[in-house]
Antibody
Framework: EMQLVESGGGLVQPGGSLRLSCAVS????????MSWVRQAPGKGLEWVAD????????YYVDSVKGRFTISRDNAKNSLYLQMNSLRAEDTAVYYC???????WGQGTLVTVSS | DVVMTQSPLSLPVTLGQPASISCRSS???????????LNWFQQRPGQSPRRLIY???YRDSGVPDRFSGSGSGTDFTLKISRVEAEDVGVYYC????????FGQGTKVEIK
């Protein structure tokens, strides 16, 4: 069974950093583009970042460019999102998902507040 | 950027009755490969999103056949032929032809 499990969320002050992880199992991770999508409390879905199968291509929504970095470790079947210079408007549940057939994890909550 | 506009944003429905959600894109979603990458997702309360429909009209595995997708170019529709209690939630369209953008979501509730 395909599983995606996010971790690393929490409360952080404005300007701080967090690193999210997504551990995957039940499918060949190496064959998938992967995405991060976020959902602010009570709001809709927003695509955040993409990475291709070998990590050589990365794409970001404009609002996070220069602050967030997506990466992956295929040997560990893991996807990451390094988030720096966090702002209040980054507060959201962050989901990892397989790009293409769009399987989702359960999400991890990031709260940016002083 | 491609803007996806859904309507209505709130949809009260009677059990057993049909429901329809519209999604319009600010530019054509026909890809250079000839396919149209328009997806529909369901997000039940407290759950992660689940894809129902891909490439406009193809149902994902396990999706009941009361869900159907149609449309072309810039205008798309998700229909539920007979709404059941488990269909309550928020429905999103999402295009992946020109990067990725979601509609605002349509909240389906029972009258």
């Amino acid at each position: 069974e395909m599983q995606l499990v996010e971790s690393g969320g929490g409360l952080v002050q404005p300007g701080g950093s967090l690193r999210l992880s997504c551990a995957v199992s039940g499918f060949n991770f190496n064959n998938y583009w992967m995405s991060w999508v976020r959902q602010a409390p009570g709001k809709g879905l927003e695509w955040v970042a993409d990475i291709n199968e070998d990590g050589s291509e990365k794409y970001y929504v404009d609002s996070v460019k220069g602050r967030f970095t997506i990466s992956r470790d295929n040997a560990k079947n893991s996807l990451y999102l390094q988030m720096n210079s966090l702002r209040a408007e980054d507060t959201a549940v962050y989901y990892c998902a397989t790009d293409g057939d769009w399987r989702w994890g359960q999400g991890t909550l990031v709260t940016v507040s002083s | 950027d491609v803007v996806m506009t859904q309507s209505p944003l709130s949809l009260p429905v009677t059990l057993g009755q049909p429901a329809s959600i519209s999604c319009r894109s600010s530019q054509s979603l026909v890809h250079s490969d000839g396919n149209t990458y328009l997806n529909w997702f369901q997000q039940r309360p407290g759950q992660s999103p689940r894809r129902l429909i891909y490439q406009v009209s193809y149902r994902d595995s396990g999706v009941p056949d009361r869900f159907s997708g149609s449309g072309s170019g810039t205008d798309f529709t998700l229909k539920i032929s007979r709404v059941e209690a488990e269909d309550v939630g928020v429905y999103y369209c999402m295009q992946t032809t020109h990067w990725k953008t979601f509609g605002q979501g349509t909240k389906v509730e029972i009258k």
